[in-house]
């Protein structure tokens, strides 16, 4: 949990006793992060900034760099 709201996650939900692992009944919890700041949102709560679509990421320059990175990641 600290982990989680170390790096920005919010609690936003428990299920107590939901889970049942070891012999014993355990919470499960829910976190979100926004991906966008609250101020990026219009006041009818419409984003400022929609979601690109994949076919749009793949055209920047970055898109090759973090596969680049992320397969060395994976190698290692």
């Known amino acids: ?3 989680h709201e170390a790096v920005g ?7 107590r006793r ?3 692992k070891f012999s014993r009944w355990h919470d499960v919890g829910y976190w979100q992060l926004s991906l966008q700041s609250e101020q990026s949102f219009l006041t ?3 984003s400022i900034n929609p979601p690109l ?3 749009e990421i793949q ?3 970055l898109w ?3 596969l680049t990175n992320e397969l060395l990641l ?3």
């Open 64 to 66: 090759d760099e973090a």
């Open 44 to 46: 009818d709560g419409e």
């Open 53 to 55: 679509y994949v076919s």
């Open 1 to 3: 949990m600290a982990v």
């Open 59 to 61: 055209k920047s320059p």
């Open 18 to 20: 939901v889970g049942y």
């Open 9 to 15: 996650f919010s609690t936003v939900g428990v299920l």
């Open 74 to 76: 994976l190698r290692v």
